[in-house]
Structures are given as C-alpha cells and as structure tokens.
C-alpha cells in the first residue's frame, strides 16, 4: 500500500500531490526559516552572548584584582610591623622592594598630623579672618604607605594614624 501526501499550496489554495502536474506551480514552502529570520536569530544570539562573555570577563578581573589586594594587604601588614616594632619609629621617607613577591615595592611617607578645621558658617568668632585653621599633633603621625604591584597596575595606598611618641 502506498501512500500519497497532499499538501496544500499557501499561494493557490489547491492540493499538491507528488505526481500532480501542479508540482511546478511556485509555492509558498511552510516548513522551514527565511534568511531573514536566521540573520535576525543569529544577531540576537550573538549580543545575548557578548553580553555573557564581557560579565565573565569582568568578574575574573574583580577576582584578579582581589587577589592583589590580598597580597598588598599582607606586605603592609609586614611592612607596618616591621616598623612598628623598630625603637626609631617610622621614618619620613622610605622606599623599597618587597621580600617575597617579586616585583612589587613600596613607598612609606609619614609627616606629623595635621588637622584641618574650616569655620564657614562664621560660628566662631576667633576664625572670622580665617577660613581654615591648622592645628597640629604632635603625638600621632600620618603614614602613608602606596604598594605598587608589578606591570601597569594601580597601585594600593593605606593612609593611618600612628604612634609617634616613642621613647
């Protein structure tokens, strides 16, 4: 038993059988994708995916720089006890390479504290003529330490108070 399948043709409307004549008549095919809509799928895929990609991408370089800090975190952490420790106490400068991690330095600055108080609602009557007035503290001193990691990376600063009445 053999069996025939018609399918209808969408631009005519009658039945199309495989030995019918009308088999040449142009139809409209109803299976199938236009170009056009492979194109259009295809773009969409195409930004869905850049948009995964470019999320991965930013969130193994979070990972990376989290890394770093971890590894600046621990050479400040020796870098600070190792002149917290010192009878001398931080010096105003100083600047080297760092034991254990290869290509990585740091920078140490410190200065006496120095705070900043500003009068702009003109409340106090001693700072009418002043807008700002320094006052100094002798006992605690400011630190700066900058840790620069290797290649073209931005390097890590930490900025505290410290001890300065050492004896």
């Known amino acids: 038993m053999i069996r ?17 004549l009308k088999n040449r008549e142009p139809c409209l095919n109803q299976y199938g994708f236009t170009l056009m ?14 948009v995964l990609l470019s999320s991965f991408a930013l969130g193994h370089r979070q990972a990376f720089r989290g890394d770093l800090a971890r590894q600046a975190a621990s050479a400040a952490k020796a870098i600070l006890f190792q002149y917290n420790n010192d009878p001398d ?25 120095v705070l900043q108080i500003s009068d702009q609602g003109g409340e ?15 006992e605690l001193l400011e630190v700066t330490l900058k840790i620069t990691p290797p290649g073209n990376i931005r390097p890590f600063v930490l900025t505290l108070w410290a001890n300065a009445g050492r004896q």
């Open 124 to 138: 106090y009557e001693d700072n009418q003529n002043e807008e700002t007035a320094g006052f100094e503290i002798p």
């Open 89 to 113: 106490g931080f010096p105003e400068s100083d600047s080297g390479d760092i034991a254990g991690l290869e290509g990585w330095s740091y920078s140490l600055e410190s200065r006496e504290l």
């Open 4 to 20: 025939f399948s018609r399918k209808i043709c969408l631009k005519t409307g009658s039945f199309v059988g495989p030995n019918s």
């Open 37 to 50: 809509e492979v194109l259009v799928a295809t773009a969409i895929t195409g930004i869905a995916l850049g």
